[in-house]
């Protein structure tokens, strides 16, 4: 999953007690933190942008990426001065830590950051309003038990004016945990095992999302594929999304290739509303290194799901996640990795240095590869992506494609969406507005988007001269 930064914000001027919540990592912990500010605006809180005026604190963090603990310590020795300063000005501020972090490292992050009030696991958010009560009375709290009860049971619904300020494009947990235990992943200690959540709540979540205006859904999960053992599983659950009007667009994430079924690929070939991309991780293209991951899939596994895959949509654009350097790799192991991704051809792909997490079996491996080495292994995996990528986009010059329009542009006259292939698209604002799907031609590729005809900035010609370029390219 990408790696994001989401700080909500509302420009309302009430009295209300004000939270900031910072969001670190995956598409899931954007959905929690949403979901945790839904149960605090019934506690009275409401979202704001300036961490300065913030009565309430929550960092959202993600124990995926390297160094993610002493990120989250940095960001609190900041909060510590500022919290001292409302503090002198007679202003409180509670300052929280949810997530996977906070799951991991609770009472550690308790003893270490004097300035927390309160840690918080993925599992129990719900009861933040419980929590902070607590916190009032003086009480440091370290929530990381697994509940239980269903959380989603217990969050309030967010208001239809809160979801068409999200977008329409909305996110949707439907499954949580995994039960893989790969030896360098800590997502079965941090999230637990695998549970997937009742189709009729899933259901009814997604219409109410459609009912305020959401066009596409992205179905989240840590192992999302795997959801509904006993109930048709995923293919059988999009089928259904699909029916619900208003909703035009379905994808998902994260996948395991050992839960990629035939009915789930059927779903890919028959349904109009799945789009044809995948994230589909491998992590190494090294059947000895794949084996110490405990990936329990070979290479040749890996790329025949995809002949299958792609026979049943060969419009399909792939994508995937890389570890480079993971313990015992070699010269060849490595060499691998860059000879599946060429054989792949992926339209983007996540890369990462192996780095340990205390818990895992990876941690306690011989032959930890060297920094250097890591870091140069990366370096020529990502060039190879980044070419792959380039070549993915530039094949949309001079074709037309439809996008799905979700925001204004940063020029004037222009709008922001996204293709099927979960490209930016920048379309000119006459093409539509914020929730319609329109078909434009496309004239360039620029570093990280497409350009359609027609929305080229007047202040910036070199975008009309590279849509001629890349045009005359094409006709020859």
């Known amino acids: 999953m990408s790696e994001t930064i989401d700080e909500r914000g509302d420009e309302q001027g009430d009295n209300r007690r004000k939270v900031f919540i910072k969001t670190y990592g995956c598409q899931m912990n954007v959905y929690d933190s949403q979901r945790m500010g839904d149960a605090l605006a019934k506690d009275g809180y409401r979202p704001t942008d300036s961490v300065e005026e913030a009565d309430l604190v929550l960092l959202n963090t993600c124990h995926i990426r390297e160094r993610a ?102 996110f949707l947990t439907v499954q949580e945990g995994c039960d893989k235990f790969c030896t360098f992943c800590v997502v079965p200690y941090t999230r637990g095992a695998e549970v997937s959540r009742p189709r009729a709540a899933i259901l009814e979540e997604a219409r109410r999302l459609a009912g305020a205006g959401v066009r596409e859904l992205t179905l989240l999960g840590q192992n999302v594929n795997a959801w509904g053992p006993g109930e048709g599983g995923l293919a059988s659950l999009l089928r259904d999304l699909a029916e619900i009007p208003g909703i035009a667009r379905l994808r998902y994430t994260t996948s395991h290739p050992r839960d990629m079924d035939e009915a789930l690929i059927e779903a890919h070939r028959d349904l109009r509303a799945l789009m044809p991309y995948l994230h589909l991780p491998v992590q190494s293209g090294s059947d000895r290194i794949l084996k110490a991951m405990n ?145 434009v031609r496309v004239t360039a590729s620029l570093a990280n988007s497409l350009m359609a005809a027609g929305a080229e900035p007047a202040d910036a010609p070199h975008a009309t001269l590279r849509a001629q370029e890349l045009l005359a390219r094409k006709i020859a």
């Open 69 to 170: 603990a002493e990120k989250i310590y940095s960001e609190l020795g900041r909060l510590r001065v500022l919290k001292a300063e409302r503090a002198a000005l007679g202003q409180e501020m509670r300052i929280g830590v949810t997530g996977c972090v906070a799951q991991a490292e609770g009472p550690e992050i308790i003893a270490r950051a004097p300035v927390v009030d309160l840690v918080v696991g993925p599992q129990t958010y719900h009861r933040l309003p419980d929590m902070l009560a607590r916190v009032a009375k003086g009480e440091r709290v370290v929530e990381t038990d697994y509940a239980v009860e269903d959380k989603f049971e217990h969050l309030p619904n967010p208001s239809n004016q809160e979801i068409r300020q999200r977008g329409v494009a909305a």
């Open 295 to 439: 990936r329990r899939h070979k290479a040749a596994d890996y790329l025949q799901l995809l002949e299958r895959i792609r026979q049943a949509r060969p419009d399909i654009a792939l994508s995937g996640d890389f570890i480079v350097g993971f313990p015992g790799e070699s010269d060849e192991d490595f060499e691998a990795t860059l000879a599946l991704v060429r054989e792949v051809r992926y339209a983007a792909a996540y890369t990462f240095k192996y780095s340990p997490r205390p818990g895992t079996p990876g941690a306690t491996m011989d032959g930890h590869v060297p920094e250097d080495v890591k870091t140069e292994r990366l370096e020529r995996l990502q060039a190879l992506i980044r070419e792959q990528q380039v070549a993915f986009q530039e094949s949309f010059v001079g074709q037309d494609t439809d996008v799905l329009i979700e925001k204004p542009g940063r020029h004037p006259g222009q709008m922001i969406g996204r293709s099927p292939f979960l490209l930016p698209v920048v379309v000119p604002a006459s093409a539509g507005a914020v929730g319609d799907i329109v078909s």
